[in-house]
């Protein structure tokens, strides 16, 4: 039975509309009926506040305007925001990297469940891999299968001149991680994740890294927190184990490119072949680069008043791509 303590907790924080202390109050009575033996009635109370945290806010006002979260005024230059409507299903990728992707996102929904049994989800992710394969839009994924807001990081503000600004600038950033439930991507994150031997590198960029690792290390809030890179090797090796989970998000086979043609395409009658002449004729490419080579052939269709796409017109726009950057590296 609930003590008078935890129903006053229960009644305040519904009053106060602490959602989140609201659950863990709960999670606090299952923990309690768990210890005397009431193994069902803790599972049915644990049941209750899963159902209830993936659905509707019990508490908020219904009644009310929808909250918008935005940065705030000093934040403005270091936050952008965005509500993502893109799902996990949106996206072709590894198997493994979905399998794992799936186990954060349930860590995560069932988060309360977790700590009753004093463990914690996973919240820390590092992402690595070449551009345009798909990290930018598993933050967006996470945050949109939790509903939750996507704050991206502009480190081209966080790094300044002024000694101590810049880290001043980063505990504005953890703070706002710690006040707002949300994911948090600081991407290009190799800007200030450098090795910190390097010698020709500028101090305050080694400040703020060192600053990153301990308030990394100290966040206890319920925010995810995403770095992306293009460039892990020249990441300080101590980041690494300040992260749950390292995903490598490779270059896309030819497996791949089919499924994420056949999903692009899906509106237009391309026979399989043909989609299989062109996976093998993308391969090398990013999904960025061939979405953009996807989406040329269907303009070029539109404004010729096509309903159909041809095997050529899709061959040559990918080739268009392949010489873009067969060109870039000749310039490099």
């Known amino acids: 039975m609930a003590s008078s303590s935890q129903v006053k907790a229960l009644l305040k924080s519904y009053i106060e509309k602490d959602e989140e202390r609201f659950y863990a109050t709960a999670m606090q009575l299952a923990a309690d009926e768990a210890k005397r033996g009431h193994g069902k009635v803790a599972e049915e109370i644990r049941n209750l506040i899963n159902k209830a945290r993936t659905s ?6 219904n009644e009310g305007p929808t909250l918008i979260v935005r940065p705030k005024k000093e934040l403005s230059d270091l936050l952008s925001v965005t509500y993502p409507k893109v799902r996990l299903s949106d996206m072709t990728l590894e198997s493994e990297l979905i399998t794992r992707l799936k186990r954060l996102l349930d860590e995560q929904k069932q988060a309360e ?13 590092l992402f690595t891999g070449c551009p345009g394969c798909g990290k ?19 480190l081209d503000g966080l790094i300044t001149k002024y000694m101590g600004e810049s880290i001043a600038k980063l505990r504005l950033i953890f703070d706002s991680i710690q006040n707002t439930r949300a994911v948090f991507l600081f991407d290009e994150f190799d800007s200030i994740g450098t090795h910190r031997s390097v010698t020709n590198d500028v101090g305050e960029i080694k400040r703020v890294l060192n600053s990153f690792l301990m308030y990394i290390e100290e966040d206890n809030s319920d925010s995810i927190i995403i770095a992306a890179t293009n460039h892990p090797q020249s990441l300080d090796y101590a980041l690494f184990r300040r992260f749950d989970e390292l995903l490598e998000f490779k270059m896309p086979t030819v497996e791949l490119i089919s499924e994420f043609l056949r999903n692009k395409l899906s509106e237009y009658k391309i026979k399989k072949s043909g989609i299989e002449t062109l996976a093998a004729k993308a391969l090398g490419l990013s999904f960025a680069d061939i ?21 050529n017109e899709l061959q040559k726009t990918l080739e268009e791509r392949i010489s873009f950057h067969n060109n870039y590296k000749k310039s490099d």
């Open 56 to 61: 509707k806010s019990l508490i908020a006002d």
């Open 113 to 125: 469940k977790l700590k009753a049994y004093g463990l914690n989800p996973r919240k820390t992710l």
């Open 136 to 154: 930018t839009m598993a933050a967006s994924a996470i945050a949109g299968e939790l509903s939750m807001p996507l704050f991206v990081v502009r």
């Open 291 to 311: 979405e953009i080579a996807c989406e040329d052939a269907v303009k070029s269709a539109i404004l010729k008043n096509r309903k159909t796409l041809s095997i």
